[in-house]
């Protein structure tokens, strides 16, 4: 424990918890309530514990005179400094629906204005393209910083790429617009949220081929395959490569579903334009076809 606290410290290091509904039991009622709400699949819980943005001060040391509040030096009364940002995480997009719940702390978000991929499910979770990650950092590819502060909540759909992390007191320049109350935890009377690490929750709403339209067309698909039409053979055992048996009807039906149910559709950018505040997709998307229907959540 020492040890891991060290590098958490020093090093900048984040604690990352997985499946935390399995591990204390007044998550899992949470995460069970969550899934009953959505009517999804099944609800994961991960925790994340970020290092604030300061950096540990040698002992003994002391803030310099003239460096009174921290938004002027970004150094704190023990004289320890205050780094850019640390980041709990790289860049990414999950293809699962999620609710962060900030615990205790403060940590600053960024969430593209369009999704990597649209509806995304778990087949098709990958790391960004360079390309990709150029659309998200460009104006107009995402939205406007924000801060989330202990009782706040965040919902990211699916697909859309996203980054967080601790900062120090300069976050009161970057970002215009602040209420005075916000302000007010990080002036010197409420400085706890530059100093403490970030603590949240990250509520996984997974709606798995149970939940979507796919798993509706496959049950129809599946009832058909008990019919004698379902149950012709479409092609017979040899006809392509190693084919080791005879494939229905039904089976060649369900498999050409799934085939379509795990495509990309269009970003929504082909033709598309940017004003006030956000992409306005064009007469070329297409994302109402194809796997974008079949990956929307059925009825329940």
């Known amino acids: 424990p020492d ?11 984040s604690l990352v918890v997985n499946a935390l509904q399995s591990r204390w039991s007044p998550v899992g009622e949470a995460a069970g309530t969550v899934r009953d709400e959505s009517s999804c699949g099944y609800a994961s819980v991960n925790l994340y514990v970020t290092p604030s943005a300061r950096e540990k001060a040698p002992v003994g040391a002391r803030r310099p005179p003239g460096s009174e509040t921290p938004e002027i030096a970004g150094i704190a009364k023990d004289g320890s400094k205050y780094v850019t940002s640390r980041s709990g995480f790289e860049t990414h997009w999950d293809w699962m629906d999620v609710v962060v719940v900030q615990v205790s702390g403060a940590k600053l978000w960024s969430v593209a204005t369009e999704p990597t991929v649209w509806l995304s499910n778990r087949d098709q979770k990958r790391k960004p393209t360079l390309t990709e990650m150029g659309e998200y950092l460009a104006p107009g590819g995402r939205y406007g910083e924000f801060l989330l ?17 601790t900062v120090g007191p300069d976050i009161l320049s970057r970002i215009g617009g602040l209420d005075e109350d916000i302000r007010g935890d990080f002036t010197e009377s409420g400085g706890e949220l530059w100093t403490e690490p970030s603590l949240h929750l990250t509520f996984g709403i ?10 509706l067309v496959q049950h129809a698909l599946r009832l058909y395959g008990k019919t ?26 369900a498999f050409a579903v799934s085939d379509v149910a795990r495509r990309g559709c269009d970003d929504g950018k082909a033709g598309a334009e940017y004003y006030s505040g956000r992409w306005h997709p064009g007469p070329g998307s297409r994302r109402d076809e194809g796997g974008g229907t079949l990956r929307k959540a059925g009825p329940p």
């Open 3 to 13: 040890e891991a606290s060290r590098y958490f410290d020093l090093g900048g290091f």
């Open 149 to 165: 502060r202990p009782g706040d909540a965040l919902y990211i759909p699916r697909g859309f790429m996203h980054n967080a992390s």
């Open 206 to 215: 997974e709606h798995g081929s149970e939940t979507t339209y796919e798993s």
């Open 228 to 253: 004698k039409e379902g149950q012709k053979v479409a092609i017979r055992m040899g006809t392509c490569g190693d084919m080791v048996q005879d494939v229905t009807y039904a089976s060649m039906a």
